[in-house]
């Protein structure tokens, strides 16, 4: 979806003001809701691409006024509702009052290493081979889908170029919206940045994005 | 006007907000507290980014491990023990001469956390993630970094679920250095690329 996530190119947000010696948190909160949603994650009701499309369904003014911890708080009460955990009842009275849905498993203590270790990996094997190859020239497609997408639209409708086929991977647009792995290749693609920004354009600039393979179309 | 000294009420209406769902969740026995408090001190004390310094500091003493690391960076960086979430398929790139590498997630704030641990504000927030892939070294001045007219700049927008961790260049003056040493000269920022790597003192 065309979102407040999608920054690539945006103008207007000011400098980056990195924090010398930055801590990891800036309050008590912060390190809560990390551990929260990881927990809550862990429940098995959703995957990485759902909740970050729902992080990026919030309205842009609330997402561009939020810190990045609070569009995780956000996002993860609309989760929690959706998959029948929270209720608005529990929400409004800051208590549990309603029955809430099973989930597949719960995170224990003891178990958060081994879960953490091993992660969610996104690989999966391709019985197709890879349609392009390294070297390849490509064009990426030019849509707008109102759903969860990972081709920013700064590189849509680009020309560019395989540098290199990656590897199968579960494709995002569908299964934040339940509808399936579907996995497809994956590949880096490059872009001069003449190609994308056009007039005035860093001429020693190169961008490189990670497709899914229905994004290329041959060039 | 009341004045309700409860603690509760002396939290700011986000940290409440947090509190409460925690409460919840704890309430109905989907999350145990205990967990989270193992997951804070595992991403505030075991992992960060000396991870990644302990991995370029091999790349430039070992050339067998640089190659491989280049080959394939999930396996090389596996042998050292730093796996897990947020690292599952990790890419290294090399800085050059030529080359300067920078890593930016547009579209949220991908990051390799089994290497460099939880990112930083700035590299989650809006001016960083718009900047980056138009104007890398307007963004890098602001880093107190100003690359040579001529330098190659790539940006590697984590668009998928590989994560990127660049390889800054050895500084000159480091030959023999153990890789504890080396390790010390690379910083976090220099792995993302909005540094190089520290000249020696």
């Given at each position: 979806m065309?979102?407040p996530?999608?920054l690539?190119g945006?103008?207007?947000?000011?400098p980056v003001?990195?924090e010398?010696?930055?801590?990891?948190?800036?309050?008590?909160w912060?390190?809560?809701?990390?551990?929260?949603?990881l927990?809550a994650?862990?429940?098995?009701?959703?995957?990485i691409?759902?909740?970050r499309h729902?992080?990026e369904?919030?309205h842009?003014a609330?997402?561009?006024?939020s810190?990045?911890?609070?569009?995780?708080?956000?996002a993860?009460?609309?989760?929690?509702k959706?998959h029948?955990?929270?209720?608005e009842?529990d929400?409004?009275?800051?208590?549990?009052?309603?029955?809430a849905a099973?989930?597949?498993?719960?995170l224990?203590a003891?178990?958060?290493p081994a879960?953490?270790a091993?992660?969610?990996p996104?690989?999966r094997p391709m019985a197709?081979p890879?349609r392009f190859?390294?070297?390849?020239?490509?064009?990426t497609?030019?849509?707008?889908?109102?759903g969860?997408?990972r081709?920013?639209r700064y590189?849509?409708?680009?020309?560019?170029k395989?540098?290199?086929v990656?590897?199968g991977?579960v494709?995002p647009?569908?299964?934040?919206?339940?509808?399936?792995?579907?996995?497809q290749?994956?590949?880096?693609?490059?872009f001069?940045?003449t190609?994308?920004?056009?007039?005035?354009a860093d001429?020693?600039?190169?961008v490189?994005?990670?497709?899914w393979?229905?994004y290329?179309?041959?060039? | 006007m009341?004045?309700?000294h409860?603690?509760d009420?002396?939290l700011d209406?986000?940290?409440?907000r947090?509190?409460?769902?925690?409460?919840?969740?704890?309430?109905?026995?989907l999350?145990?507290p205990a967990?989270?408090?193992?997951?804070?001190?595992?991403y505030e004390?075991?992992?960060?980014?000396?991870?990644?310094?302990?991995?370029?500091?091999?790349?430039?003493?070992?050339p067998?491990?640089?190659?491989?690391?280049?080959?394939?960076?999930t396996?090389?960086?596996e042998?050292?023990?730093?796996?897990?979430?947020?690292g599952?398929?990790?890419?290294a790139?090399?800085?050059?001469?030529e080359?300067?590498?920078?890593?930016?997630?547009?579209l949220?704030?991908?990051?390799?956390?089994?290497v460099?641990?939880?990112p930083?504000?700035w590299?989650k927030?809006?001016?960083?993630?718009?900047r980056?892939?138009?104007?890398?070294?307007?963004?890098?001045?602001?880093?107190?970094?100003?690359?040579?007219?001529?330098t190659r700049?790539?940006?590697?927008?984590?668009?998928?679920e590989?994560?990127?961790?660049?390889?800054p260049?050895?500084?000159?003056?480091?030959?023999?250095?153990?890789?504890?040493?080396?390790a010390?000269?690379v910083?976090?920022?220099?792995?993302?690329g909005?540094?190089?790597?520290?000249?020696?003192?």
């Amino acid at each position: 979806m065309n979102g407040p996530q999608d920054l690539g190119g945006q103008m207007g947000f000011g400098p980056v003001a990195p924090e010398k010696d930055e801590p990891y948190f800036h309050a008590d909160w912060e390190r809560r809701a990390l551990g929260v949603t990881l927990c809550a994650g862990a429940m098995g009701a959703w995957n990485i691409d759902e909740s970050r499309h729902a992080r990026e369904s919030l309205h842009p003014a609330d997402y561009y006024s939020s810190s990045y911890y609070q569009i995780w708080i956000k996002a993860l009460e609309t989760l929690l509702k959706r998959h029948g955990f929270v209720s608005e009842r529990d929400l409004g009275a800051g208590d549990a009052i309603d029955a809430a849905a099973t989930p597949k498993r719960v995170l224990q203590a003891e178990n958060v290493p081994a879960v953490l270790a091993k992660g969610g990996p996104c690989d999966r094997p391709m019985a197709e081979p890879a349609r392009f190859k390294a070297g390849d020239p490509v064009r990426t497609k030019n849509f707008n889908p109102t759903g969860h997408t990972r081709l920013p639209r700064y590189a849509r409708g680009k020309r560019g170029k395989i540098e290199a086929v990656r590897d199968g991977f579960v494709f995002p647009d569908s299964n934040a919206h339940g509808q399936g792995e579907n996995p497809q290749w994956v590949y880096t693609v490059v872009f001069d940045g003449t190609e994308i920004w056009g007039e005035g354009a860093d001429p020693t600039l190169v961008v490189s994005i990670d497709a899914w393979e229905s994004y290329l179309e041959p060039a | 006007m009341s004045h309700d000294h409860d603690h509760d009420n002396e939290l700011d209406p986000f940290a409440a907000r947090v509190r409460a769902l925690e409460t919840i969740l704890t309430r109905k026995g989907l999350i145990d507290p205990a967990a989270i408090d193992v997951i804070v001190d595992t991403y505030e004390t075991k992992i960060g980014p000396r991870n990644g310094a302990r991995v370029v500091a091999k790349a430039w003493s070992d050339p067998a491990f640089a190659d491989w690391l280049k080959r394939d960076a999930t396996a090389a960086i596996e042998s050292l023990s730093y796996t897990g979430r947020q690292g599952e398929h990790m890419q290294a790139v090399f800085n050059t001469e030529e080359t300067h590498n920078l890593v930016v997630c547009t579209l949220c704030s991908c990051y390799p956390w089994s290497v460099l641990g939880l990112p930083p504000v700035w590299y989650k927030a809006p001016p960083y993630r718009s900047r980056a892939v138009i104007d890398p070294r307007g963004v890098l001045e602001e880093f107190g970094l100003t690359l040579p007219a001529a330098t190659r700049i790539r940006v590697w927008d984590s668009t998928a679920e590989l994560r990127y961790l660049v390889v800054p260049i050895r500084p000159a003056g480091t030959e023999g250095w153990s890789e504890e040493r080396l390790a010390e000269l690379v910083s976090r920022d220099a792995m993302i690329g909005t540094a190089l790597a520290r000249e020696p003192a």
